[in-house]
């Protein structure tokens, strides 16, 4: 299997486009909105976009799910700045919620999502969707004793992120291409390591070693 790097690209996730998010908030901010239901909404456009993106179209993703976030946050304008959640993704949240406690309880560690996917039987987005839904709201303001509204917690410039993803695929699209297949593996794929070495031929002491120093090359590339 060759990995070239539009492979990279078509590995699109919640987690790794969230910098989307924040910029599409970003341009109602001040509007009567707070800032975290601003996010909520675009959290939600994101995970529609992961859902319905198709490579084939010839587009980046970007391009594609700026439109879509933007939707979300325009709707919770139009319905008066609530996020709105379904009784049947409520009703997955917790199932999900309760499995990952369960898994976490007896592996003794955080679960993976691909882990929660396996026992629960949904896919990865439905999981990120979900995992949306049961994050609290965590106010970004307070009021003081003169009744002004401060910033209560720091919030990252959006830049920040998306700064940092250009930095990971550039040190990326340094590596040989059987390098590059092992990362593709072992953090998109999340294939284990065994996994990994029966893919690309290797065992699997073979692939941890190789592993430490690929990302040992990276961590020193974005630095």
């Known amino acids: 299997m060759y990995i070239t790097n539009e492979a990279f690209a078509e590995s699109v996730t ?16 001040n509007r009567g909105i707070e800032y975290e239901e601003l996010y909520s909404a675009g959290c939600m456009g994101l995970v529609k976009a992961v859902k319905a993106f198709d490579k084939n179209r ?25 996020v709105k959640v379904s009784r049947s993704l409520k009703e997955k949240a917790l199932r999900i919620s309760r499995e990952a406690g369960r898994l976490e309880h007896s592996l003794g560690r955080e679960p993976t999502v691909s882990e929660i996917c396996e026992i629960t039987g949904f896919s990865p987005e439905e999981v990120a969707e979900a995992t949306c839904v049961m994050q609290p709201v965590v106010s970004l303001t307070r009021e003081t004793d003169d009744g002004e509204r401060e910033l209560d917690i720091p919030v990252e410039a959006p830049d920040v992120r998306i700064t940092d993803s250009i930095a990971l695929s550039q040190a990326l699209e340094s590596l040989d291409d059987r390098d590059r297949k092992l990362i593709y593996c072992r953090f998109f794929a999340s294939l284990t390591q065994q996994q990994t070495a029966e893919r690309l031929g290797m065992t699997q002491v073979q692939v941890s070693r190789r592993e430490k120093k690929i990302l040992l090359y990276l961590r020193q590339k974005m630095e």
């Open 14 to 29: 919640v987690e790794d486009n969230l910098g989307l998010v924040r910029l599409c908030a970003g341009r109602f901010c």
């Open 58 to 82: 010839g587009v980046r993703f970007s391009t594609y799910a700026v439109p879509v976030i933007l939707g979300e946050i325009r709707r919770l304008f139009r319905d008066g700045g609530a």
